[in-house]
């Protein structure tokens, strides 16, 4: 199953549509939001998609409440079953406890894929390329026996995406 992960979009809604656009066109078959969606347009971009996606309130987002029954919008920490897995979805980073297989969070701006023991904690960074000149955002592909996470990179002024992959045995 590949589940296409951004985070902290804010304003930006070019990137957000670039962002999600690539994850669609490279197989997701779910999407998740980890907060600062910022605008109801990133959450019509979420919904036009036709996946399955959840998106949670991020510290920047108390006025998209009016919209709660209008969008799988989720409060922090959410916790769920994908593909098999246990997961943990908040915006803050005050609930990283190793309680579930993949704990997903953003806020941080800072893109972070690491293994602790039997947990996956993953930061896709940002989509708005606020806090560096660098747009990001990651999709995980979970198989049987690993967990595959392709970052997305995109410079500001560039037109070239980067992709790296890591992969971890599970």
Not at 30 to 42: C, Q, S, W, Y
Not at 61 to 86: C, I, R, W
């Amino acid at each position: 199953m590949k589940i296409g992960i951004i985070s902290d979009t804010h304003k930006k809604l070019k990137k957000a549509t670039y962002a999600i656009d690539t994850l669609v066109a490279d197989g997701a078959e779910f999407l998740i939001h980890a907060g600062d969606i910022v605008e109801k347009e990133v959450l019509e971009l979420l919904k036009k998609s036709t996946l399955r996606y959840i998106a949670v309130y991020g510290n920047n987002d108390a006025h998209l409440l009016e919209f709660d029954s209008e969008f799988n919008l989720v409060v922090e920490p959410y916790y769920f079953k994908l593909g098999g897995k246990t997961f943990k979805l908040m915006h803050l980073p005050y609930f990283l406890t190793p309680d579930v297989d993949i704990v997903i969070f953003g806020h941080t701006h800072v893109q972070n894929i690491e293994l602790d023991g039997k947990t996956l904690f993953l930061n896709s960074g940002e989509v708005c390329a606020r806090d560096s000149d660098i747009s990001s955002w990651m999709m995980l592909e979970l198989t049987k026996d690993e967990y595959i996470i392709t970052s997305y990179t995109k410079e500001k002024k560039s037109q070239t995406l980067q992709r790296a992959t890591k992969r971890f045995k599970v």
